[in-house]
């Protein structure tokens, strides 16, 4: 249970991102005593299905520069990608990239089963991406460079348009 003082803690270091020089996700990592050794493994287990099924998943919280560019190449990478996420992402996603099929979740737990089960998601920084991170599943990301604050490198995490050396200066975790 978090106190009123390690409230205030999590919330200067994890939610603004100022832990120590740290970013975000480096943050809540050091604050949960989660050790980069531990950040390598799955943390997060979930019942799945075994799937061939790439998922994208696209809040537009954080729109890059780039992010047309990411998600048309993803399409044209992944044709048979399905779309998972809230009515207006979807309807969002379908306006600016074209239509897509939609794989039906009712809630964050579906959404997780369903990130559980598929081979790759393809998504921004958002609540399934955390999710990915923790199953340690394939993933990859469009990060908006001014908000650099979810990303863990890692063998099956893939970050296009960020030069991996850069983020080292801005304390991203390699795990």
């Known amino acids: ?14 939610i603004n991102g100022h832990g120590a020089g740290r970013n975000i996700a480096a943050s809540a990592c050091h604050f949960a ?3 980069d050794e531990c950040a ?5 287990h979930l019942p799945a299905c075994a799937s061939n099924l790439v998922l994208f998943s696209r809040t537009g919280h954080y729109p890059a520069i780039e992010a047309e560019r990411f998600w048309h190449d993803a399409r044209r990478k992944y044709p048979n990608a399905q779309f998972i996420g809230l009515d207006h992402e979807y309807a969002d996603f379908e306006r600016l ?22 081979t790759h998601l393809v998504t921004d920084q958002s609540p399934q991406l955390a999710i ?19 990303i863990f490198l890692r063998p099956s995490a893939e970050y296009p348009f960020v030069d991996e050396s850069s983020l080292r200066e801005y304390g991203i975790v390699c795990i």
């Open 1 to 14: 249970m978090l106190t009123k003082a390690s409230r205030s803690y999590f919330h200067r270091t994890i």
């Open 33 to 35: 005593g989660v050790c």
């Open 40 to 44: 390598r493994k799955p943390w997060l």
């Open 97 to 118: 990239f074209g239509g897509i099929q939609r794989f039906a979740t009712a809630t964050l737990w579906d959404a997780a089963i369903a990130i559980a089960s598929c």
């Open 132 to 150: 990915a991170h923790g199953l340690q599943k394939s993933v990859t990301v469009s990060v908006a460079c001014e908000h650099r604050d979810c």
